[in-house]
């Protein structure tokens, strides 16, 4: 179940860089054509390994919330704006983004990342913590946040990732990287409206 | 219904994965379990073994662990250099009666690790055996999928004949920046609830020690900082007793260019902080081991980054206040420690087996040198 989950995975993220760089957006109703393509690459065989090995190689299992981000991105491909992923997922990914990298990454001697681990003693408050931020999260109206801890903690729970850490779920730089780009360009665009806006 | 399940759908997914989340939690206590107290012979031993010449042009970083009849299982990797794709890892069985080694087989190449991992693989290096109180072997080894070394991952696969046999490779995770940048090189500890430590260093960016906890099954339970990112790395752990770890680690600056020591009173758990030693250490590996009288031994490189040839001896140091002061009592390369010495001496390992030490290390990357003494041959260095 791990191996298919991850090739799964690796699948939608090599889809995901296929569609963004081919601009399939702009494709309409021959969207099709770009999936095919992108399908047929994936398992295109590169020496003795295919393309999705190569995937997997260089990104390892993904987390949970960037499968969400990439799915969203793949079906907003589709139905152009059917879904916006809301803000506060994508500060509180690169909230966790700047906690977490400069301290797992050897900036001091505590290890955020080790709590994660279930024999941590820190691992059953992290796991309640979350709980907690995902059901508050969704009192007031953040369900993209709350649906992406939730899965992450059910993930976690089934062991559907190779790794036994629970951050793992949450959190890589995949999905930080995906959140800064989207706040660039959501940024480039507002300015670009406001410009059209004053031209009037 | 339906929009009952629609408005709940979430809260509901939240304390399931909470539920789920908490089941898996552990809560041992770290204990470091001793090795059993051995019988000392009063006459010295002292047998030096060359082996592995010629079985691939270069080969390095030998690891050993004890089989139950007394021999010794050994691995390393192999091929026409260091990284290089054709590098595959080996194994050889010591045989204690005939005093030999035999003919190295290998037992994993990149190919192999790839089909095993379900990923790209691009090299292999470091592996570390450790053989389990249960009776299963594992062996732990490095791979790459991208970059150099500073991208390397550690996986680990089994055994349960002794090393005839393995099974298949199992990949574990130990940072969130995609899995990026852990290695293997010296010594694990056991835990007396069956849980080992692998001692693993982190060299993308910061480059640190730490521990990581793991059960049989190869899971990481947890892991435990021994130092932050000041090149500190490859950490060699010595146990004292049931709660006292010693780690010595290498230097990989150009500032202070002396092995770095660090002590936890909590088997390994929480470390103190950590200190530069006396011991020059030109960016090489070193190995510390406690021999049967609770004395600290270490094997390194006794020179710094500004010789010619700095890793072209072989010391062995002696230590009786757990490490904070060594003391060279044997040369086991290059006894004059001439500058001119050709040669290259590196990435020591030791296996203690009961009163009899086996170290090993690699000569000129052409070979390895396995040196067999006991106790009472240490007791004449003092």
Redo the contacts between chains.
């Keep these: 179940m791990i ?1 298919l989950f ?2 799964f995975s690796s699948a939608l993220i090599f889809m995901a860089i296929c569609f963004g760089l081919l601009q399939v957006k702009r494709w309409g109703k021959y969207w099709p054509i770009a999936y095919v393509c992108a399908a047929v690459a994936l398992v295109l065989p590169i020496n ?2 295919i393309m999705i ?2 995937v ?6 993904i987390s949970i919330t960037t499968l969400f981000l990439v799915v969203c991105y793949l079906y907003n491909t589709i139905k152009p704006n059917s879904i916006q992923v809301q803000p506060s997922l994508k500060w509180f990914v690169l909230a966790l983004g700047v906690f ?2 400069p301290m ?8 955020p ?2 709590m994660g ?4 003693p820190a ?2 408050y992290l ?2 913590t979350l ?1 907690g931020i ?2 508050i999260a ?1 009192f007031f109206s953040h ?1 993209h946040l ?2 992406v ?10 062991g559907l ?8 779920y949450l ?4 999905a930080v990287i995906i959140c800064i780009f989207s706040f660039i360009f959501a940024g480039i665009n507002k300015a670009l409206r406001l410009r059209k806006s004053t031209e009037f | 219904m339906y929009i009952l399940f629609k408005r709940f759908f ?2 509901v ?16 206590e770290v204990v470091v379990s001793l090795a059993p107290e051995s019988t000392l012979e009063i006459t010295p031993i002292f047998e030096r073994y060359e082996f592995g010449e010629g079985n691939t042009p270069a080969m390095h970083s030998m690891t050993s662990v004890t089989l139950p009849n007394g021999n010794l299982l050994g691995a390393w990797y192999g091929g026409t250099g260091e990284g290089k794709p054709d590098v595959k890892l080996f194994t050889s069985v010591f045989d204690s009666q005939r005093l030999s080694w035999s003919q190295p087989v290998a037992i994993l190449d990149r ?1 192999q690790a ?1 089909d095993q991992l ?5 090299k292999l290096g470091n592996p570390v055996l450790y053989r389990h109180p249960s009776g299963v072997t594992l062996l732990f080894y490095v791979t790459v ?2 970059g150099g070394w500073a991208t390397s ?1 550690i996986n680990v696969m089994t055994s349960l004949d002794d090393g005839q046999t393995w099974h298949r490779s ?2 574990l ?1 130990n ?6 940048s852990t290695l293997i090189k010296n010594d694990v500890i056991t835990y007396e609830d069956g ?1 080992f430590g692998l001692p693993v260093y ?1 060299e ?5 020690s ?1 521990i990581i ?1 793991l059960d049989l099954a190869g ?7 021994i ?4 090149n500190t790395i490859q950490p060699s752990l010595m146990v004292y007793d049931d709660k006292t770890v010693v780690a010595m680690i290498r230097d990989s600056g150009r500032d202070i260019e002396k092995v770095h020591r660090n002590i936890s009173y909590d088997s390994g758990v929480t ?1 103190e902080e950590y200190q530069p030693t006396d011991v020059d250490n030109p960016n090489s590996a070193v190995f510390a081991f406690v021999d049967n009288n609770n004395r600290s031994w270490m094997l390194f490189n006794d020179s710094n980054r500004q010789r010619e040839r700095p890793r072209n001896n072989l010391a062995l140091a002696v230590s009786y206040d757990k490490g904070e002061t060594w003391k060279v009592v044997k040369y086991l390369e290059n006894p004059e420690k001439e500058d001119s010495h050709e040669g290259r001496y590196g990435y020591p390992w030791v296996t203690k087996q009961g009163d009899i030490f086996h170290v090993m290390y690699t000569w000129d990357r052409l070979k390895f040198i396995h040196l067999r003494f006991n106790q009472a041959w240490l007791e004449t260095l003092l």
């Design positions: 191996t991850a090739m003795n390994w090995e190569f997997r190689g260089f990104f390892s299992d977490m990298f797992t990454m050897g900036a001091t001697m505590f290890d990342f080790a681990y279930t024999a941590n691992y059953n796991v309640v709980a995902a059901l969704w369900p709350a649906l801890i939730a899965l992450a903690l059910v993930a976690n729970g089934v990732l190779e790794s036994e850490n629970l951050w793992s959190i890589d730089p995949v | 979430i809260p997914l939240a304390i399931f994965g909470l539920i789920l989340s908490l089941t898996l939690s552990h809560d041992d190919y790839s379900n990923r790209f693989i691009k999928s991208i991952n199992k990949r995770v940072t969130p920046f995609l899995n990026i849980t982190h993308l960016i910061g480059e640190f730490h906890r899971n990481v339970l947890d892991s435990y900082r130092t932050d990112g000041d470390w």
